[in-house]
């Protein structure tokens, strides 16, 4: 009877169509929940729409299990897809073929209408959260391929003119939005001691581990690999 507690986006990776949840700022327990129950929501609802032929390619989870849950999560909850936890983003990708189905009750005007009252929607948001705040969310659950400024703008349904002066408004830019998220999942994934360097730089969306490691250095003043040694 509640619609998504998380942050729900979508990207192209390949071949593939990523659904990515962002966590909502609770209690670790209640947050997994949460995400666990959303993901499964979503996978249902595509499977209806799809059919039943609908298959995961992937099913990744943020954070590592811990150490005294119980892997509730089954291969056949998910058709078949293995959790694979630790990734750094909670998310599930399908092939982008499905996309081409032709929706059972599909309605143009229904559509239209639809997409009307999610602009209304989304501008109620920007007046309450601010421009930088939505910014965040997106960026936080985007992992390696976060949206450029044009698309972001597009994200937010408005020119990108507009897009920058609300940013300059509110005393930050999209560049540097990117650089502190950037930042602080850095920090969040080297504490976790889940991912070696080659792959937390991956996630971040640097090319190498070199170019992690000097970002880092520019945020912190040290090292990622002395960082994580004093967590």
């Known amino acids: 009877m509640t619609y998504a507690f998380t942050l729900i986006s979508f990207h192209r990776d390949g071949e593939l169509g990523v659904l990515s949840f962002g966590e909502p700022e609770l209690k670790d327990e209640l947050k997994r929940f949460l995400v666990a129950r959303d993901m499964a929501a979503a996978y ?9 032929g609908f ?33 750094g983003i909670n998310s599930l990708a399908f092939g982008l073929r499905f996309l081409e189905h032709q929706l059972p009750q599909a309605n143009p005007v229904t559509a239209l209408m639809c997409a009307q009252q999610c602009s ?15 910014v965040r ?22 020119s990108e003119r507009t ?6 408004e509110e005393g930050t830019s999209f560049r540097s939005l ?21 792959d937390i730089a991956e996630r971040l969306g ?14 912190h003043g040290c090292a990622p690999q002395r960082y994580q040694k004093n967590r």
């Open 55 to 87: 298959l995961l390619e992937r099913l990744t989870l943020r954070n590592s299990l811990p150490r005294h849950a119980k892997l509730e999560i089954s291969p056949e909850s998910f058709g078949g897809a293995h959790p694979r936890f630790g990734t």
């Open 206 to 219: 640097f090319s190498d581990a070199s170019s992690f490691s000097q970002a880092f250095k520019r945020w």
């Open 178 to 198: 990117l650089m502190e998220v950037r930042y602080a999942m850095a920090k969040e994934l080297l504490e976790s001691h889940s991912l070696s360097m080659r």
């Open 120 to 134: 209304e929607l989304l501008e109620k948001r920007r007046v309450k959260a601010g421009t930088a705040g939505i």
């Open 44 to 52: 249902v609802l595509m499977r209806e729409l799809a059919g039943s």
């Open 137 to 158: 969310q997106y960026l936080s659950i985007a992992g390696s391929m976060p949206p450029d400024q044009v698309s972001m703008a597009k994200l937010m349904n408005t």
């Open 163 to 168: 897009f920058k002066r609300r940013l300059s």
